[in-house]
């Protein structure tokens, strides 16, 4: 049965906070808003977690997460940026994108796609996530809340608690999400592609 946290969605309680990071270190998955939907996270060198996650969702072991991070630094240190992906992608963080860039020898070797040897990373604007991954210290492995049948991102947290109780470790309330998924940029080829048309504004990439 999942433990339910209702935080403030712009200033989250740290007491509350330090209980998810702590849960999170001690293997949780946990059901956490962001600014477009609600997401499944648990930490990078969690395996159970992951396949934990990966069932939830129904999805098969060619399904790539993404890295979900604090700020634009941590991002760098996990993908190759050029100048010309660096001043978008710098331009558009914190907000509603999932880009797909060549990953540096950071990134677990799973976690990257075994041929093109690319990784998912994002920048969340959403005070919640935010504090979490500040006192995580990491990024989150993470992938968006679409139960198998839906079309969009859950984004309520009570309804998550409902349907997904006796799957996960915690679930938190942080206020009103936007179902729409993140927009999709890849980079793999050194330019950028729209992939998934989202919640985040894609002229810049277009």
């Not at 010309?84 to 976690?111: D, M, N, Q």
């Not at 996530?129 to 968006?144: D, M, R, Y």
């Not at 179902?179 to 999709?184: D, G, I, L, M």
């Amino acid at each position: 049965m999942a433990k339910f946290f209702d935080l403030h969605p712009t200033d989250p309680q740290p007491r509350l906070i330090s209980q998810i990071v702590d849960a999170l270190r001690e293997g949780a998955v946990i059901a956490y808003p962001t600014d477009s939907g609600y997401a499944l996270g648990t930490q990078i060198g969690n395996h159970d977690g992951a396949e934990r996650i990966r069932s939830i969702r129904q999805l098969d072991d060619k399904h790539h997460f993404t890295l979900v991070c604090s700020n634009f630094a941590q991002l760098g240190q996990l993908v190759v940026l050029d100048n010309s992906a660096f001043r978008a992608i710098k331009a558009s963080t914190p907000g509603k994108y999932t880009f797909i860039l060549p990953a540096t020898k950071e990134v677990p070797r799973r976690l990257a796609h075994p041929k093109k040897k690319t990784v998912g990373v994002r920048i969340p604007d959403h005070p919640v996530v935010q504090a979490i991954l500040k006192e995580l210290g990491e990024p989150l492995l993470s992938t968006s809340l679409i139960i198998p049948g839906h079309e969009e991102p859950l984004n309520e947290g009570w309804r998550i608690k409902d349907e997904l109780d006796h799957l996960l470790d915690i679930v938190i309330e942080g206020g009103d999400t936007e179902p729409e998924p993140t927009s999709v940029i890849d980079y793999t080829d050194g330019s950028p592609e729209v992939t998934r048309h989202g919640s985040g504004d894609t002229t810049r990439f277009e």
